[in-house]
């Protein structure tokens, strides 16, 4: 089946810093890899997707990379702000799997 | 204008009661899920549709039905609520099978 493995629980920075989360997934199909950002009292929001055919991605500051060699799927920005204070989720998909497969997530606090 | 609205938001339900959580979309979507979110376990989903009048089982379907008697809406119903059921509960939409746009959630204490 498919697995994905988010080891940063939690990350604290202050603002204007560089944030890196790491991510890892496994699976036998045909993968697109999504970013969802969730905020307290709300639902997961779609940040950003990548497929196997662009290995790049980016949104609103954010950019993902993925490498189909090492199964890793990164997310990063380079400064930032108060507002990017939320739990970011590594998801997989397979257009041949029933739904999405989660990540446990990454608690980002940014203090000013 | 929200595309996915569950309802109720927040609800409070004795063991052993039903419970049913309302999920609609108006998305046009041909797929709907249901997924549970728990502090350590992340999303998982519990049952899905792609079509009126049909659901499937997700990974964790024991203990819950759905039902999905139009395009737009989406239920998922408790039969006999149990204190593990206490969780907050997402339902989303797609168009085929990968991305997914999700609503409020509902968050269901049993007690």
């Known amino acids: 089946g498919n697995s994905v493995t988010q080891m940063q629980g939690q990350v604290t920075l202050s603002e204007e810093e560089f944030l890196f989360i790491n991510c890892t997934y496994s699976?036998?199909?045909?993968?697109?890899l999504f970013w969802y950002v969730q905020y307290p009292g709300e639902g997961p929001q779609l940040l950003l997707k990548?497929?196997?055919?662009?290995n790049k991605g980016s949104s609103r500051g954010f950019e993902a990379t993925y490498d189909k060699g090492t199964t890793s799927f990164h997310l990063q920005k380079a400064s930032v702000q108060e507002s990017d204070s939320a739990v970011y989720y590594c998801?997989?998909?397979?257009?041949?799997?029933?739904?999405?497969?989660f990540g446990l997530g990454t608690r980002v606090s940014v203090f000013p | 204008e929200a595309a996915v609205t569950q309802s109720p938001r927040s609800k409070v339900a004795v063991t052993g009661g039903k419970v049913t959580l309302s999920c609609h979309q108006t998305?046009?979507?041909?797929?709907m899920y249901w997924y549970r979110q728990d502090t350590g376990h992340g999303l998982r989903l519990i049952h899905y549709?792609?079509?009126?009048?049909?659901?499937e089982k997700g990974d964790i379907p024991d203990g819950y039905k759905a039902s999905r008697p139009s395009q737009e809406n989406f239920s998922l119903i408790l039969e006999l609520a149990s204190l593990s059921q206490t969780a907050v509960y997402f339902c989303?939409?797609?168009?085929?099978?990968?991305?997914?746009?999700f609503g409020p959630g509902t968050r269901l204490t049993v007690l």
């Open positions: 989303a939409s797609s168009a085929y099978r990968v991305e997914q746009y």
């Open positions: 699976t036998t199909g045909y993968p697109t």
């Open positions: 990548v497929t196997t055919a662009n």
């Open positions: 998801v997989l998909g397979d257009r041949y799997a029933q739904g999405l497969t």
């Open positions: 998305n046009n979507h041909d797929y």
């Open positions: 549709s792609y079509v009126a009048d049909s659901t």
